[in-house]
């Protein structure tokens, strides 16, 4: 009998892993599972649910919570609006209806995109303070790419691997283990249990029970270029000046009638969660050196009484922006009016 239970046993577990490594060579199994809802994904919550699992924290970051609201009180014909932007405006949380003009494209390719004669083409180039500086040291700009969601992302990084491909094969059975409904209840339950009995989250992000938001731990750290709390030196400012400078040129040179730079602040800037003093990034983008209009959005984002970001999420939501997209219409409706003296040739 006991040898009968042993067989059974281990031909149960044989099929099992048989089963597991055929899902792991089909990428028709992934979505189809994925659509039943036995794989979890955890972005749905939040970049950074990801590194914490903690249900208190836990915020639905889709559908209606990532789209703009804001509406201008009217359209401007003459105007077309390009954004030459990262994932805050990327075209899933934004499009043509919160621009004047009725047109917006993220992004401007100078080989594919041509400015339309008799129209006032407009350029907004906007990042997020976090990479800013470090693309700026790298020289590397930084493209955007449409949102994925966890499985697609990572069903881009591992594409059908063949029989004989095991490290792949390995990272699939690892993201059918790790991702599915039951495993998620006892990653949130151990997360719970660590936080609540060690205060501990997890080596990426850092929780404020202060303020109920979830933040990269990153972003706190003042030796790492990503935060704001990191010093920046008089030959860096120079450098963050002139990288400004070598942009509005480089699109002015393209046609458009006007370039504006736009940095949107870190979550961390935004809502501070101690008394370290900041770098003095802001204040440099107010130096008289620096080419060309800016749109900030900084004082209203910090005074806002409404949440201006995701709990669990580095992105700002809807209302952030709105605070952002206002401060746009405000700057489109004053270039409305130059539109009659637009200086573009085509």
């Known amino acids: 009998?006991?040898?009968?239970?042993?067989?059974?046993?281990?031909?149960?577990?044989?099929?099992?892993?048989?089963?597991?490594?055929?899902?792991?060579?089909?990428?028709?199994?992934?979505?189809?599972?994925?659509?039943?809802?036995?794989?979890?994904?955890?972005?749905?919550?939040?970049?950074?649910?990801?590194?914490?699992?903690?249900?208190?924290?836990?915020?639905?970051?889709?559908?209606?919570?990532?789209?703009?609201?804001?509406?201008?009180?009217?359209?401007?014909?003459?105007?077309?609006?390009?954004?030459?932007?990262?994932?805050?405006?990327?075209?899933?949380?934004?499009?043509?209806?919160?621009?004047?003009?009725?047109?917006?494209?993220?992004?401007?390719?100078?080989?594919?995109?041509?400015?339309?004669?008799?129209?006032?083409?407009?350029?907004?180039?906007?990042?997020?303070?976090?990479y800013f500086r470090l693309n700026i040291q790298t020289q590397k700009q930084n493209k955007t790419k449409k949102s994925q969601n966890?499985?697609?992302?990572?069903?881009?990084?591992?594409?059908n691997p063949d029989f004989f491909n095991t490290k792949q094969i390995n990272d699939r059975i690892q993201y059918l283990l790790g991702n599915n409904v039951i495993s998620t209840f006892f990653q949130e339950l151990k997360a719970e249990l660590n936080f609540s009995v060690m205060g501990y989250a997890g080596n990426q992000i850092y929780v404020s029970e202060d303020n109920h938001l979830v933040y990269l731990a990153e972003t706190l750290d003042p030796k790492s270029i990503l935060s704001p709390f990191c010093p920046i030196t008089d030959t860096e400012a120079l450098d963050i000046i002139q990288?400004?400078?070598?942009?509005?040129?480089?699109f002015k040179s393209y046609g458009f009638d006007e370039v504006y730079f736009s940095l949107i602040p870190d979550k961390i800037r935004v809502y501070p969660i101690d008394q370290k003093p900041v770098n003095t990034l802001f204040e440099i983008l107010h130096d008289s050196r620096i080419l060309g209009p800016q749109i900030f959005c900084l004082n209203e984002l910090?005074?806002?009484?409404?949440?201006?970001?995701?709990?669990?999420?580095?992105?700002?939501?809807?209302?952030?922006?709105?605070?952002?997209?206002?401060?746009?219409?405000?700057?489109l409706k004053l270039e409305s009016g130059k539109c009659s003296v637009s200086n573009f040739q085509q």
């Open 243 to 250: 990288h400004i400078n070598d942009l509005y040129n480089t």
């Open 302 to 331: 910090q005074s806002s009484t409404d949440k201006v970001f995701f709990t669990c999420d580095t992105h700002w939501n809807t209302a952030g922006m709105n605070v952002w997209l206002k401060h746009i219409d405000h700057t």
């Open 150 to 159: 966890r499985l697609e992302t990572f069903l881009t990084q591992n594409p």
């Open 1 to 130: 009998m006991k040898k009968l239970l042993a067989y059974l046993f281990f031909m149960t577990l044989f099929v099992l892993s048989g089963i597991l490594y055929w899902a792991a060579t089909h990428e028709s199994f992934f979505r189809s599972i994925e659509s039943s809802g036995l794989i979890t994904n955890m972005y749905e919550y939040g970049d950074l649910y990801t590194h914490t699992h903690l249900r208190d924290y836990k915020e639905a970051v889709a559908d209606d919570t990532l789209i703009a609201k804001f509406k201008p009180d009217q359209n401007d014909s003459c105007l077309k609006v390009y954004v030459d932007g990262d994932s805050y405006t990327q075209i899933d949380r934004m499009d043509h209806r919160q621009f004047r003009g009725g047109f917006y494209q993220h992004t401007f390719n100078p080989e594919t995109d041509i400015l339309e004669n008799g129209k006032r083409n407009i350029l907004i180039y906007e990042r997020t303070e976090r």
